[in-house]
């Protein structure tokens, strides 16, 4: 440990024998030798982090000041920022994409000042993992998954030369080809060690595993005990290339878990009534750590669970500690022995070893949650907390059917419909997608495993799926098929028309292709109200299926079950999934598998060695892969003609020095975004239709318009993504409030037009662009892209209610002044309704954390609206960030010093 502070921490060093030699650990615990800490009454989050500080404290980056805040965190949470160094950082393709552009642009940029383009390379370890992009145009054959992967070759060919030349071209960066799983599965199955050995300034040390991540669900690996969370792409790029990440000591809210899940309720149960409690708790910004004895009842899988919807409730993380579960997890996946017993001492040894019998931490808040209350439940139709009771699902689902259908001005349709030799019907309330998806659920063997038996039983009664539901089963694992068929469970599943149609994030991203062309014909036809059922852990709206009305998130086996009924109006209880080809009736009730017939099933499928043999060839591709053709060199050589990568602009005519901020005067209101708008509605991922912005420019390019692929498959293309911005079918403009998409108003004519045309337009006038907002702005994905889309539109600053964490970094992190009205106040209630132009007054003057600034708007008649906002520049460093005009501009301008002209 480098020193040159006041601290000498030689008295808590102490050394662990390990098969690379005698490591040096920190025994954390042992704390207050050095500084005054009452460690025992530390949350076992904040002890990680404290590790971490210590660790790196060299008294210039880490400083007397960030040890002493952590080791004294109930002081400090919530007022002070401290640096955190991450162990590694994991990526999926569709942030991974833009990163790699991000760093090539950088390359290029580092040459024109004069500096060496390999200093712009990971210095930490970085897994970007291939699984946002697979899509399922083919389902229930025994070929879905095949020709499903063909397809995604041929969409991403462009992506994936990128892909191999950054493998090649930077060091520390290492490419997990497409069809091995989901980012978070491989994560928790393979990449995670619990306790990593790494070398600093020469020696060797033992020391927590941690990472930062590019999907906001990283936190699935807080259930295995493994410090980190969701970041922005930006950010990530910044802390691959050295850059500490900087981030406010948090308060911690404790979870205690009692009580015991009952017969027939799911950890999906559990998961969606933590995720609605603790929404409304409003954690947003905070570390959740689960304790109580509750938790030694929850596996590791089951924590994952939980851990893994953490965004979803607003956390930060979802924090299990180590335990018994973890070390049995370790070895259940095949972890090498060395390193299940190292991970045991260490953690035993440095004070993160959980005990019941151990002293309660004290933590910032408890909220009390008993397992025993949990009833089987789904969430939805657009929100991953709107949880209803399954026992409520008919009535609920019907009140939301019929307020649609009196702002139709319609009653309920009924569509009769010829799908190949059979007549069906179709009717509002009809399910047309049922998907066990995502890493959420399809980690868990028991809710798959209960999927499987479900399906089993239901052929054996001799029903099947209705019709008109498209069917996709995309485990997050190859796993999971093994220890299906390995309990002869795979051809029912098949049967329902479950066939494996991929291994990555595919329906619950929004991957969901089409559906069959006489159902999506007959909805737009007669505006029907249709649903989706997905074990996933995001159902915005417009996210699954553009004509889907409501989705909603469910267990793995009831997916299989409203497959099964083929609509989402329905109660269990009292009415019959269908019937046996003898008429008679089959509920619910007489399909669920038993709890001791899933542990008994459990036991008996799943081995270590599955996972060895399905981990050990994770860096070869299959033959789509290794003939793939990709370009070499240290600079990466732009295709002008490619319609997937393009060298962004970030760096244009960027000076040396950054130039002063100025007030934001003159602006306008390009999009004035609802409640709970989430980063689905500013930058969807979903498929490109030929008449949206960006289906029109591709087809320009001469794309045909069945190659358009997604906006998310087409992040490494800012033309395209500027046009995709706010581009959402379901996202309603609170300017245009009578249509959906991105509709605004042209402020200086009153014209309705497209917002990329209308930010256009201003940028032509040299008119500055602002977005108003309301509540949890930027709720759901850790999307850069929709903080770079309104950034490259012309988008200065965003006034919001309050924001989602993760979005409010990202718009730092491109130069957008993220601001809050004060409490109690809105657009609204000030009596704004956008058609003003603002002036942002105070930023020039000099910004620091939370500084408070002067709004002017002024309306049409000449009438002045003055009101006050808070910069939600939260941290010294994100100031700076803002100066700069980034943290890329800024990384690259501190790179550029040290590694530019005569260095």
């Known amino acids: 440990m480098a020193s040159g502070g006041g601290f000498d921490f030689k008295p808590i060093e102490a050394e662990l024998e390990t098969p690379e030699g005698r490591a040096r650990i920190l025994l954390i615990n042992k704390i207050d030798r050095v500084i005054p800490s009452d460690f025992n009454s530390l949350p076992y989050s904040i002890r990680v982090l404290l590790e971490n500080v210590v660790r790196h404290y060299d008294g210039f980056v880490v400083r007397d000041e960030d040890v002493e805040a952590v080791a004294r965190w109930s002081e400090y949470a919530g007022r002070k920022d401290v640096p955190f160094h991450p162990v590694r950082v994991v990526m999926q393709d569709f942030t991974g994409v833009p990163a790699v552009v991000d760093l090539a642009a950088m390359r290029d940029a580092m040459k024109q000042f004069g500096g060496d383009p390999s200093k712009v390379n990971p210095l930490i370890p970085v897994d970007l993992i291939i699984d946002h992009s697979i899509q399922v145009d083919y389902y229930g ?19 994936y030369q990128l892909l191999k030349w950054a493998q090649k071209a930077f060091s520390n960066f290492r490419v997990v080809p497409p069809g091995k799983g989901i980012i978070h599965q491989v994560n928790l199955e393979y990449l995670a060690r619990v306790v990593w050995l790494s070398r600093r300034n020469g020696t060797l040390y033992a020391h927590p595993d941690s990472l930062l991540g590019t999907d906001s669900h990283t936190t699935m690996i ?179 059917i019929m307020e649609y259908l009196e702002k139709k001005g319609r009653g309920p349709a009924i569509v009769e419909l010829k799908l190949g030799d059979e007549e069906v019907h179709l009717t509002d309330g009809s399910v047309v997608y049922a998907a066990l998806t995502s890493c959420t659920n399809t980690s868990n063997p028991s809710v798959m495993i209960a999927a499987a038996l479900l399906a089993r039983n239901a052929v054996k009664k001799g029903l099947r799926s209705r019709p008109w539901v498209k069917t996709s089963n995309a485990p997050g694992s190859r796993v999971v098929p093994e220890y299906w068929n390995r309990l002869g469970l795979m051809p029912y599943l098949e049967a329902l028309g479950f066939h494996i149609t991929g291994y990555g994030c595919t329906v619950c991203i929004g991957n969901s292709g089409p559906l069959r062309p006489e159902i999506e014909e007959a909805i737009r036809e007669h ?282 970094s990202n718009l730092v992190g491109m130069g957008v002044l993220p601001l809050e009205f004060m409490p109690g106040e809105n657009a609204e209630k000030i009596g704004l309704d956008g058609s003003e132009e603002y002036d942002i007054i105070g930023i020039e003057e000099g910004l620091s954390p939370g500084k408070i600034l002067t709004v002017r708007a002024r309306k049409s008649d000449g009438r002045v609206i003055e009101f006050k906002v808070k910069a939600r520049l939260d941290t010294p460093i994100e100031v700076e960030y803002y100066k700069h005009g980034g943290i890329l501009q800024y990384v690259l301008r501190k790179l550029i010093r040290e590694h530019g002209r005569g260095n």
């Open 222 to 400: 807080n259930g295995l005990g493994v410090f980190g969370w969701g970041v922005g792409g930006i950010e990530a790029e910044a802390v691959i290339l050295g850059q500490p990440y900087y981030m406010l000591l948090p308060e911690v809210v404790g979870v205690r878990l009692v009580g015991e899940l009952r017969e027939g309720v799911t950890t999906t149960d559990l998961v969606l009534y933590i995720t609605e409690k603790l929404r409304k708790k409003n954690v947003v910004g905070k570390f959740v750590e689960y304790f109580g004895e509750g938790v030694k009842k929850l596996s590791v899988p089951d924590r994952a669970t939980i851990a893994n919807m953490a965004p979803e409730y607003g956390a930060t993380m979802g924090f299990f500690p180590v335990d018994e579960a973890t070390i049995e997890y370790l070895r259940g996946t095949g972890r090498p022995e060395w390193l299940v017993q190292l991970v045991e001492r260490y953690t035993k040894e440095t004070g993160l070893w959980y005990s019941l019998e151990d002293p309660e931490p004290r933590y910032s808040d408890v909220v009390e949650i008993d397992l025993s209350d949990v009833e089987p439940s789904i969430s939805g139709p657009s929100h991953p907390e709107d949880r209803i009771p399954l026992r409520e699902a008919k009535e609920r689902v019907r009140k939301i």
């Open 527 to 808: 505006d029907l109200w249709v649903a989706t059922v997905l074990s996933g852990n995001r159902n915005f709206s417009g996210r699954i299926h553009p004509l889907a009305r409501g989705n909603f998130l469910a267990s793995p086996p009831l997916v299989v079950a409203y497959a099964l009924a083929g609509r989402v109006d329905i109660d269990f209880e009292k009415e019959p999934v269908g019937y046996d080809p003898n008429g008679n009736p089959v509920y619910l009730r007489d399909l669920w598998p038993s709890q001791r017939e899933v542990r008994e099933a459990i036991e008996k499928a799943l081995d270590p060695q599955l996972f060895v043999e399905k981990y050990k060839d994770i860096d070869k591709g299959d033959k789509f892969w290794e003939e793939l053709k990709a370009p070499e060199g240290e600079l990466y050589s732009w295709d002008p003609k490619s319609t997937y990568i393009r060298k962004p602009p970030y760096f244009d005519n960027m000076p040396l020095e950054p130039q002063p901020p100025r007030d934001i005067k003159g602006a306008r209101v390009l999009v004035w975004a609802p409640d709970r708008t989430s980063t689905d509605h500013i930058s969807p991922a979903g498929r490109i239709s030929p008449d949206s912005k960006a289906g029109q420019y591709l087809i320009e390019q001469g794309v045909p318009p069945s190659q358009l692929n997604t906006c998310g498959s087409r992040r490494g293309n800012h033309e395209v993504m500027m046009r995709c911005t706010f581009d959402n079918p379901r996202f309603r403009n609170k300017l245009v409030p009578d249509r959906e998409g991105g509709w605004t108003i042209f402020w200086p004519t009153g014209e309705v037009m497209h917002v990329f045309d209308a930010a256009m337009k201003y940028r032509e006038m040299g008119v500055p662009l602002i977005v108003l907002a309301g509540k949890q702005y930027g709720v759901g994905s850790s999307r850069d892209w929709a903080a770079k889309g309104p950034a490259l539109l012309g988008v200065k600053a965003v006034i919001a209610e309050s924001y989602e964490r993760i979005h409010r």
């Open 141 to 159: 054959t025994a070929e879905a998954f095949r020709l499903n992967l063909k397809r995604e070759y041929e969409r991403n060919r462009e992506r």
